[in-house]
C-alpha cells in the first residue's frame, strides 16, 4: 500500500517522474500528454454557456428522471402534456404559476406534496435547449428499453426482465445438491448396516473450518488484487494524506491481527476437533500472566493510535486559518445543493429562512450590502493549494456535505451552520492523469438520509489553477438579478 | 393455575389460554419471544431481499413487485420512498424486536431461572406482561408497513426533521406515528423484563450459588439488563419529545426550517440534542444485543470445548468494562455532525479504550479452544463462527472509532460491513447457537445435527460474501442508504460487486429455511432427547425432559462449585456437573474448602401480589381462572 505523498509539489513531482520514467514508450505517454493538452485547451475555450445536458444533469437530475416519478413527476412525454410556453413560465417561476390560480399547476402542485420546485432563472434558449434534451433522453430510454427485449429474445419469446438466467443456475445447484446428499445417505446407509461410520462429522467440521480459512484468505487476497482499494481513493487535499497514512497503519495493525486470530481459530478448531479417540482435554483455567499481557498489550496499541489520531483530528477540525481563503457556501435541500460565494467583498451576505422563496432560494437579505454581490454558481470551481472554508447551510432537514476524495465530510444541519476547512492539492486534469480516468470529476454527495432523491444530490466541483479560477469566477452571475447588469457592464 | 408446587409437582390442569398464551411459567415466555422473534426474523429478512433487488438490479423491472406492493412497486420498480421505509424498517425489526427481545427475552427467560436454580422469575406476572407488551408493539410495529403513506421512511435511527415533518417525506406521517407508539411499548416491556431479570439474579440464587459461579450467560444476562434498565428509558424520553414536535407543535429538535414552500414557525431547537439522546441508548443497545449472544458462547464453548473457559474472572470483568464503557462512547456516532471536535478527541479515547475488554474476550474464547477436545454440534460451530465474526467485525471498530478516519468512513457501506458483522451477524450466531444447544431443554426433542451443519456452513460463508466486500465500497466512499448508485460516477463502477452481494443475500437467506423446516420438524418428529445431552454441568440440564411448573419435581439441588469443572484430571468423567458434592469426589478434586452457606427456604414462585394481579387481569377479559 503506498503511502499517500503529503505535498502536492512532490506530487506533481511523482507524476512527472512517471512520465520521464515510460519515456522510451511513446504509446504510453504520448496519449496522456496530448489529453491533458486537450483537457487544457477544452477548458480555456470551453463556451461559458451551459448545455441542456448539464443544465439538466445539474439541475433538473435532482428531483426528476425520464422514464420515473421520484420526486417531481417523470419528464419523458412532457412536451406532449405542456406546450412549450407554459413550460418556460412554469420552470421560470412554479410558484407565480401556482398563483396565478392556473388549475393544472394547482393540481400538480398538490399531486405532489406541495413540494415546490426552485425557480430557475434561465434563458428562453437554456430552457429550450433543457427540453430537447429531454426530448433526446426519451429517445435513448426508449431505445434501451426495446433493446433490453429484442436482444435477450433472439429465440423468438420476449424475455421479461428480471434476473436473467440466474434462478435456473441456482435451482439446477440445489437439485445437484441434493441429489448428492440424497446419494451421500443411500451410500452411508449402506456402510451403517455392515457397522462402519462413513462420515465422521466431527472431523469434516474440523477440516472444513480450515478449508474455509484457506478459501477466506485467497478470496480476500482476491479483492484486495481486484479492487486495489484497500485504501481510500487517492487523496486530493492536504489533510487527505495524513488521513491516509494513519489509515494505512491501522490497515497493517488490525489486518495483521485478523489473519493471526483466525490462524488460530480455525487452526485450533482443526487440531483440536474430537476424533473419538478417547482425549481428554487440558483442564487449564487461568493464567494471569498471559491475561496480564494481552490486556496491557492491546492497550499500549491503542494508546498509541489514540494518540496519534487526536493529533491528527486536531490538526484537521482545529487546524489555523491561512491567509487570504476561498470561501463558499454550501446550501443543501431536498434534493440538490446550491452555492454561493462572496463577490468582491470577500463577505458572504446575512440570511434568513424565512426570506426563503421561489425567487430567493437560499434566504439571502436583499438589503444587506455584503450580499449585493455574491455570486451564485451552477458547480463549484476551486484554486488548487488555497485552503477552503465551506459553510454549510440546511433548508429543510439534515443532509451531509460528502466529498471522498478531499477527505471531507461535515453534516448540513439546519438551525446550526457548520463548516469544514480543507486545501485541495490535485486540480481535476491532474487527478485524471493520476487516476488514469479521463471521465473523472471531484462530486459532491449527501451522506445523510434526508428522503426520496437523497441519491440523486449531486453537485460537480472542478479544481484549477489559480488562474483559470479568477476566470471562471468573473464569468459568474450574482444572485440578486439587479446586480447582474453592473457586473455585466464591469465585465 | 398451579399453585404451592414446592413439594408436590402433580401437574395440575392448566387451560389452553394460561398455558399457552397468558402463561406465566419463563420457559414457556421463553418460547412465545423465540417464535414472534423468529416471525420478525423472516419478515425483516424478506424486507433486506426487497431492496437488495433494487441495490443488486437498477435498471430491471420486476412486473410481480406492483402485484406485492401496489404503488409501492409501480412499474415493477421499488418506490425510492418505499426504499427508505424497507430500510428503516429493516433495521428496526433487527435491532429492537430480533436481537433485543427475540435474543434477550429468550434465553434471559429459558436460563435465568434454569441456571440460577430458581423456580420462576421474581414476578412471573411482570414478565407475562412484558412479554405482551412487545408481542403489541410488534403487531403495531407490522401494522405500520400497511398504512397508506407507508411505514417509517427516516432510518432506524430516525434523526429529525426528517422523522419530525411528514412534508419531508410520507414515512413521516401515519409510519412515524405507529413507530413511535410500538417503541414506546417495547421499551415499557424491555424494561419489565430487565427489572425482573436482574431482580430474580440477586435475589432468587439457589443455595451455594454464589455470584462467582453463575455461568458466565447469567452474567451476560445480568450485564445486559442493568444497560438495559439505564439507556431505555434516555430513548424513551427522546421519543416521547419527538412525540411533541410532531403533534403538539413544540420545537425541541426543530428550528429554522424552510419545507413545502413554507418557513415553519418553529425556533431555537436543536436535532443534534435529538441525536445525543438517541445514541445514548443507542451505543449501550449494540451491547444489548451482543453480550447475551456473547454469554451463550462462553458456554457453548466451554461445553463443547470439554474445557473450563479460560479466564472466568477475566470474562466476568471485561463485561463489566464493556457495559461501564459503553455508556460513555456514544459520541463516535457523532463525529461529523458538528458536534464541538473538543468532544471528537474525548469520545475517540474513550471508544478505543473498549477494545481493550474485547480483546480480552477474543483471546478467551481462543485460549479456551486451545487443546480441547473440540465437538462440534451444530451449537459449537455457530459459537466459532459468533468469534470469527467478532473478531473481523471487530477490528473496523478501530477504524471507525477513530474520528479522523471517519471523516470519510462515516455512513458508507465501511459501517455497513462494521456493524453488520460484530453485531448483527455476530449477534444471530450466538442466538442460533442458543437455539440449538437449548432445544433438547425447551422442547425435549433433539433437531437434525446433519441439517444443522448444513445451515451454519451456508450461513457462514453467506455472511462472509455479503459482508465482506462491503468494506471496499465503503473505503471507496460509497454512501450506505442509496436507492441506486449509477447517478455518480464513482459509484458506477460497483454494480457488478452490488449484484454479487445481493445473489449473495439472496442464497444466504435461502439456507434459513433449512432452519426454519429443521426448528418446527423436530418439535414434532425430533428424536427425544436426553436428561443432558451435551454432558453439560450447569443446573438446566438436572432438570426433567418433560415441561413441569416449579422446574424442578423435588427440592431445588443445591450448587458445590463453580460451572466449569470440564476435564478435570482425575476425575471420572469429563464433566462435574455444579450439584456435586464435594464428599462425593477423590480428595484432590475438592474445591478449596469456603463458609458453609446457610441454608434457607425456597423462594416462591409466585408471590401473592402476582396471584393477585393476575386473577384480576383474567377477569378484565372475562376469563375466570380454571
Known amino acids: 500500500m503506498a503511502i499517500r505523498v503529503a505535498s502536492t509539489n512532490r506530487k506533481i513531482q511523482l507524476i512527472t517522474y512517471t512520465m520521464k520514467f515510460q519515456y ?191 478459501v477466506g484468505f485467497a478470496l480476500v487476497a482476491l479483492q484486495f488484487i481486484k479492487y486495489m482499494k484497500f485504501t481510500l481513493p487517492v487523496a486530493a487535499s492536504e489533510h487527505g494524506a495524513i488521513i491516509d497514512s494513519m489509515l494505512a497503519i491501522t490497515f497493517w495493525l488490525t489486518f495483521v491481527v485478523f489473519i493471526a486470530t483466525h490462524i488460530l481459530l480455525f487452526g485450533y478448531a482443526f487440531l483440536y476437533r474430537d476424533q473419538g479417540d478417547g482425549r481428554k482435554a ?26 496519534y489520531g487526536t493529533k491528527v483530528w486536531r ?43 421561489a425567487t430567493n432560494s437560499m434566504g439571502i437579505d436583499e438589503s444587506d450590502a455584503n450580499a449585493q454581490d455574491d455570486l451564485l454558481v451552477p458547480e463549484v470551481y476551486l484554486p488548487v493549494n488555497r485552503q477552503v472554508i465551506l459553510r454549510l447551510r440546511a433548508r429543510d432537514v439534515i443532509h451531509s456535505a460528502y466529498l471522498p476524495h478531499f477527505r471531507v465530510q461535515m453534516n448540513v444541519v439546519p438551525g446550526m451552520p457548520t463548516q469544514f476547512v480543507f486545501t485541495p492539492t490535485m486540480t481535476t486534469d491532474q487527478m485524471r492523469v493520476t487516476t488514469n480516468n479521463y471521465n473523472f470529476n471531484y462530486e459532491l454527495a449527501c451522506n445523510k438520509i434526508c428522503g426520496a432523491a437523497h441519491f440523486n444530490m449531486r453537485m460537480k466541483f472542478v479544481v484549477v489553477t489559480e488562474a483559470e479560477y479568477e476566470a471562471w469566477l468573473a464569468k459568474q452571475r450574482t444572485y440578486f438579478r439587479k446586480a447582474e447588469t453592473q457586473t455585466a457592464a464591469i465585465n | ?396 471498530g478501530i477504524w471507525l472509532g477513530n474520528a479522523a478516519l471517519d471523516i470519510n468512513l462515516h455512513d458508507t457501506y465501511f459501517v455497513v460491513a462494521h456493524f453488520h458483522l460484530v453485531m448483527g451477524s455476530a449477534s444471530m450466531f450466538g442466538m442460533l447457537a442458543g437455539v440449538y444447544h437449548w432445544y433438547p431443554k425447551m422442547f425435549g426433542k433433539m433437531m437434525n445435527a446433519k441439517l444443522g451443519y448444513l445451515h451454519f456452513w451456508l450461513t457462514f460463508a453467506a455472511v462472509y460474501l455479503v459482508f465482506f466486500p462491503m468494506h471496499f465500497m465503503g473505503l471507496d466512499g460509497v454512501p450506505r442508504r442509496y436507492y441506486n448508485f449509477t447517478g455518480f460516477e464513482y459509484m458506477s463502477e460497483w454494480m457488478d460487486l452490488n449484484r454479487f452481494i445481493s445473489v449473495s443475500a439472496i442464497l444466504g437467506s435461502a439456507a434459513q429455511l433449512i432452519f426454519i423446516w429443521n426448528f418446527f420438524y423436530s418439535i414434532r418428529k425430533g428424536k427425544d432427547a436426553p436428561v443432558n445431552p451435551w454432558n453439560s454441568n450447569t443446573l438446566e440440564w438436572t432438570t426433567p425432559v418433560e415441561r413441569i411448573h416449579g422446574n424442578w419435581p423435588g427440592e431445588i439441588p443445591h450448587v458445590h462449585r463453580w460451572p466449569y469443572d470440564y476435564s478435570r484430571p482425575g476425575a471420572p468423567e469429563d464433566f462435574i456437573p455444579q450439584t456435586v458434592k464435594d464428599d462425593e469426589l477423590p480428595e484432590e478434586l475438592r474445591s478449596p474448602k469456603v463458609k458453609p452457606v446457610p441454608e434457607r427456604a425456597d423462594a416462591p414462585a409466585e408471590t401473592v401480589v402476582d396471584k393477585v394481579l393476575f386473577s384480576r387481569f383474567l377477569n378484565l377479559f372475562g376469563l375466570k381462572k380454571a
Request: aromatic share 12%.
Open chain 1, 315 to 357: 490538526e484537521i477540525t482545529q487546524g489555523e486559518i491561512e491567509e487570504n481563503p476561498v470561501e463558499l457556501e454550501l446550501f443543501a435541500y431536498q434534493f440538490g445543493w446550491q452555492a454561493r460565494f462572496p463577490g468582491a467583498d470577500k463577505t458572504l451576505g446575512a440570511h434568513d429562512f424565512r426570506m426563503i422563496s
Open chain 1, 24 to 214: 522510451f514508450s511513446v504509446d504510453k505517454w504520448l496519449p496522456k500528454v496530448l489529453l491533458t493538452v486537450l483537457l487544457a485547451l477544452s477548458a480555456t475555450f470551453s463556451n461559458a454557456q451551459p448545455t441542456g445536458a448539464e443544465l439538466y444533469n445539474n439541475n433538473c437530475g435532482a428531483c426528476h428522471r425520464i422514464d420515473q416519478d421520484l420526486v417531481g413527476p417523470a419528464l419523458g412525454g412532457i412536451l406532449e402534456r405542456r406546450d412549450e410556453a407554459w413550460l418556460i413560465k412554469w420552470i421560470r417561476n412554479s410558484q407565480a404559476v401556482i398563483a396565478s390560480g392556473d388549475q393544472y399547476a394547482v393540481d400538480l402542485y398538490n399531486k405532489w406534496n406541495k413540494v415546490a420546485m426552485p425557480a430557475y432563472d434561465w434563458t428562453d434558449d437554456e430552457i429550450k435547449s433543457v427540453l430537447a434534451y429531454v426530448k433526446e433522453q426519451e429517445a435513448v430510454v426508449a431505445a434501451k428499453a426495446a433493446d433490453g427485449g429484442g436482444a435477450a429474445g433472439g429465440g423468438g419469446a420476449v424475455k421479461p426482465t428480471g434476473f436473467g438466467n440466474g434462478p435456473i443456475v441456482v435451482l439446477t445447484l440445489i437439485m445437484l445438491g441434493a441429489m448428492l446428499l440424497y446419494a451421500g445417505r443411500v451410500v452411508s446407509s449402506r456402510y451403517k448396516l455392515k457397522g462402519i461410520r462413513l462420515f465422521n462429522w466431527n472431523s469434516i467440521n474440523g477440516i472444513l473450518f480450515i478449508v474455509f480459512m484457506v
Open chain 1, 282 to 307: 487440558l483442564f487449564y483455567p487461568d493464567n494471569h500472566k498471559l491475561e496480564f499481557f494481552w490486556t496491557v498489550i492491546p492497550a499500549i496499541v491503542l494508546t498509541v493510535l489514540v494518540l
Open chain 2, 1 to 396: 393455575m398451579s399453585q404451592n408446587h414446592e413439594h408436590h409437582h402433580d401437574h395440575h390442569q392448566e387451560s389452553f389460554i394460561s398455558k399457552y398464551i397468558f402463561s406465566m411459567d419463563h420457559k414457556m415466555i421463553a418460547k412465545q419471544y423465540l417464535i414472534t422473534g423468529m416471525i420478525m426474523a423472516v419478515v425483516a429478512a424478506l424486507i433486506s431481499l426487497l431492496f437488495r433487488l433494487q441495490l443488486g438490479w437498477p435498471d430491471q423491472t420486476f412486473p410481480w413487485l406492483e402485484s406485492l406492493l401496489g404503488d409501492w412497486g409501480k412499474g415493477g420498480r421499488l418506490d425510492p420512498n418505499f426504499y427508505l421505509a424497507l430500510v428503516t424498517m429493516h433495521g428496526t425489526l433487527m435491532v429492537f424486536f430480533v436481537l433485543t427481545a427475540g435474543l434477550s427475552g429468550t434465553f434471559s427467560n429459558l436460563l435465568i431461572p434454569f441456571q440460577i436454580g430458581a423456580r420462576d422469575m421474581a414476578s412471573p406476572f411482570m414478565n407475562m406482561l412484558s412479554y405482551w407488551l412487545f408481542f403489541l408493539s410488534s403487531v403495531i410495529m407490522l401494522v405500520s408497513l400497511f398504512v397508506e403513506s407507508g411505514p417509517a421512511a427516516a432510518g432506524w435511527t430516525i434523526y429529525p426533521p426528517l422523522s419530525a415533518l411528514p412534508q419531508a417525506v410520507p414515512g413521516s406521517g401515519l409510519g412515524m406515528t405507529l413507530w413511535l407508539v410500538s417503541m414506546t411499548l417495547f421499551i415499557a416491556s424491555s424494561l419489565m423484563g430487565s427489572l425482573n431479570y436482574i431482580t430474580t439474579i440477586l435475589n432468587m440464587r439457589t443455595v451455594g450459588m454464589k455470584m462467582t459461579r453463575l455461568p458466565l450467560t447469567i452474567w451476560a444476562f445480568l450485564t445486559t439488563s442493568i444497560l438495559g434498565v439505564l439507556s431505555f428509558p434516555v430513548l424513551l424520553a427522546a421519543a416521547v419529545l419527538l412525540i411533541f414536535d410532531r403533534s403538539f407543535g413544540t420545537s425541541f429538535y426543530l428550528s429554522d426550517i424552510f419545507i413545502a414552500g413554507e418557513a415553519l414557525n418553529r425556533q431555537g431547537g436543536s436535532p443534534i440534542l435529538f441525536q445525543h439522546l438517541f445514541w445514548f441508548l443507542g451505543h449501550p443497545e449494540v451491547y444489548i444485543v451482543l453480550m447475551p449472544a456473547l454469554g451463550i458462547t462462553s458456554e457453548v464453548v466451554a461445553t463443547n470445548a470439554r474445557k473450563p473457559i479460560f479466564g472466568y474472572r477475566a470474562m466476568i470483568g471485561s463485561l463489566l468494562g464493556i457495559s461501564f464503557l459503553s455508556f460513555i462512547v456514544w459520541g463516535h456516532h457523532m463525529f461529523v455532525t458538528g458536534m464541538n471536535p473538543f468532544l471528537g478527541n474525548v469520545f475517540m479515547i474513550l471508544t478505543l479504550v473498549i477494545a481493550v475488554p474485547s480483546a480480552v474476550k477474543t483471546f478467551n474464547y481462543l485460549a479456551t479452544l486451545w487443546k480441547g477436545n473440540l465437538k462440534f454440534t451444530p451449537a459449537m460451530l455457530f459459537a466459532i463462527g459468533l468469534v470469527s465474526l467478532f473478531i473481523s467485525g471487530g477490528l473496523t
